[in-house]
């Protein structure tokens, strides 16, 4: 079982839509919780960080965190055009400093 | 301005010859990372030191070395005995003892012929 899963992709929206994107994890010890957003050849970006259980909005993002479903997402309303990426899910494992990556979910979305 | 400079941004090399990736941050962060990136895939963790002088391998660390002489550098050298270097390496930096969220650097290309 991989330590970080998301739902694979493609996602295409269309312009306004929300976008789900989803991540499972393992370790249900975990206390951090990550989005980034990495747009095609470059390095990736921090968006969202989330370490408590509930909603965590910044701006048009929202993270969602479910410590007991072992369950993250990250929802992006109003989908732009500029928010075709794809977006990497990290968590931070009990014990331990360096994060888990999930493989990633890529967005387009279609004006 | 803080941040985490890599460099150079594309390298090309002839296969059987060593190469080193530079990595330099003045964000004062512990903690820092580099990572393998395939076309398409996700990230691949190589090695990882939270402290000068002291470093672990990650998930593929065969066929790399490298060095934490100084907080604010961990150099990357890919030897001629990694069998598929050409990829994107991304350095990373977190700040130790808090949620260790990581900033990227912009990367480098490294293509071997």
């Known amino acids: 079982q991989k330590e970080v899963e998301q739902n694979s992709g493609p996602l295409s929206v269309p312009e306004g839509a929300i976008a789900s994107l989803n991540c499972t994890y393992s370790?249900?010890?975990?206390?951090?919780f990550f989005w980034y957003r990495q747009y095609s050849g470059k390095s990736p970006e921090l968006i969202m960080s989330i370490y408590s259980n509930g909603d965590k909005e910044d701006g048009r993002f929202t993270a969602q965190l479910n410590k007991a479903s072992q369950y993250v997402s990250l929802l992006i309303r109003d989908s732009q055009p500029s928010d075709s990426a794809t977006y990497l899910c990290?968590?931070?494992?009990?014990?331990?400093?360096?994060?888990?990556f999930g493989a990633g979910t890529t967005v387009t979305v279609r004006a | 301005d803080g941040g985490i400079t890599q460099s150079p941004k594309y390298l090309f090399r002839k296969e059987g010859q060593n190469v080193t990736l530079s990595c330099e941050q003045n964000?004062?962060?512990?903690?820092m990372y580099w990572y393998r990136q395939d076309p398409g895939q996700g990230l691949r963790l190589i090695y990882y030191s939270q402290i000068v002088n002291d470093f672990q391998k990650g998930d593929i660390a065969e066929g790399y070395s490298v060095s934490r002489e100084k907080k604010e550098s961990f150099p990357l050298t890919v030897t001629s005995a990694q069998k598929n270097p050409t990829a994107f390496y991304l350095c990373a930096s977190s700040i130790a003892g808090t949620a260790y969220e990581q900033y990227f650097g912009p990367g480098t290309r490294l293509t071997v012929t």
């Open positions: 370790d249900r010890g975990s206390q951090s």
């Open positions: 990290a968590v931070r494992p009990t014990n331990d400093y360096k994060l888990s």
């Open positions: 964000l004062n962060h512990d903690a």
